[in-house]
């Protein structure tokens, strides 16, 4: 299953653009090791460093274009970040944030270094642990969404995930997917079910 379906992570050797090494800001409260342990310190000091604030900035801003209660320029916390590589030569990681609007709101991006640059991608919303590439998963809500429409409808994205329980390694785990549709929010339960061939079974069931 593959989410991130259109996009390739970089396959070539790495380079680092110049940059000064600085103290993390106060809005990320992650921990280094993961990625220093990956990737060594000059990527993990990039990381954590002011580089990449405004990118973070711009792709939150854009995710919450749906929600009312944000202001302009909200408020954010890093809490997580982890290696993610789909090839050994890639330099890519997840990270995941609080962000503050009225609520507590959750958004995740898929950063990647290639040439001296980091791309930051949106990944989905919320709680959710199912894989990045499982765009398997957001194909079958958004299509099940618009089926139990009335009316026709082209505007479909998913606005939310929550995780019902923390499930154990191997064993088969439910969310409930918020899908925004033409002015409505849906709520659709989807079941993950870990198969023995490989890969993870996607069943979605009425909430």
Not at 71 to 83: I, K, M, N
Not at 136 to 153: G, K, L, P, Q, S
Request: aromatic share 6%; proline share 8%.
């Amino acid at each position: 299953m593959k989410w991130l379906c259109c996009m390739a992570l970089a396959s070539t050797p790495f380079t680092l653009a110049p940059s000064e090494a600085s103290a993390a800001p106060s809005y990320i409260q992650a921990s280094p090791v993961e990625l220093t342990r990956s990737y060594g310190e000059d990527v993990a000091k990039r990381a954590f460093s002011d580089e990449l604030t405004e990118k973070r900035k711009a792709l939150i801003k854009g995710s919450l274009a749906r929600e009312k209660k944000c202001p302009a320029e909200p408020q954010f916390v890093l809490r997580d970040v982890y290696p993610y590589q789909i090839a050994p030569t890639d330099v890519a990681w997840v990270e995941r944030y609080e962000v503050t609007c009225g609520e507590t709101l959750r958004r995740a991006a898929l950063m990647i270094l290639d040439g001296g640059k980091v791309e930051a991608l949106p990944l989905l919303p919320g709680a959710t642990i199912a894989d990045p590439k499982q765009v398997d998963a957001a194909n079958i809500v958004t299509t099940a969404a618009v089926t139990h429409r009335t009316n026709e409808c082209n505007e479909v994205a998913i606005t939310d995930t929550a995780l019902n329980g923390r499930p154990r390694a191997g064993e088969p785990w439910k969310e409930r997917w918020s899908v925004y549709t033409c002015g409505d929010v849906q709520d659709v339960d989807v079941v993950f079910t870990p198969s023995a061939q490989g890969g993870t079974d996607i069943a979605v069931v009425p909430p």
